[in-house]
């Protein structure tokens, strides 16, 4: 098992750099069909802020953090924060990174997120009402 940093997964989905692209891309087909890739959720969230400071659309982050989710071979640190925090997003208006801290505090028995951040806070506040 191997696990890999985020910039892997930046480099093969953006094909922003050719060699780096090509050589994420030949590794995370590699490491998959072999059943040994660990994606952390850590490096997911670094994924979709990068995926949000590159204009991406939340429904274009959407699939790509669930082509990952669904990918054969690999293993998703937190999986099902991850896939609870995605529907929150997908169906929300605040960063992915908001559901990730609320969908964890909820499986650790946190029922309330304090934020100074305006949409995060109105999304809790309807959630509670």
Do not use: C, H, P
């Amino acid at each position: 098992m191997i696990g890999i940093d985020t910039n892997i997964l930046v480099r093969a989905f953006l094909e922003d750099d050719e060699n780096q692209a090509q050589e994420a891309q030949s590794f995370l087909a590699k490491a998959a069909k072999n059943n040994s890739l660990f994606i952390s959720s850590y490096a997911i969230l670094e994924f979709a802020w990068v995926l949000k400071v590159k204009n991406y659309t939340r429904k274009e982050i959407y699939e790509a953090i669930i082509s990952l989710t669904d990918s054969t071979g690999v293993i998703i640190g937190q999986k099902d924060v991850v896939l609870e925090a995605l529907a929150k997003y997908i169906a929300g208006k605040a960063d992915f990174g908001d559901y990730m801290i609320w969908t964890d505090g909820e499986k650790n028995k946190s029922r309330k997120v304090k934020t100074f951040d305006v949409i995060f806070q109105k999304e809790l506040q309807e959630q509670n009402a």
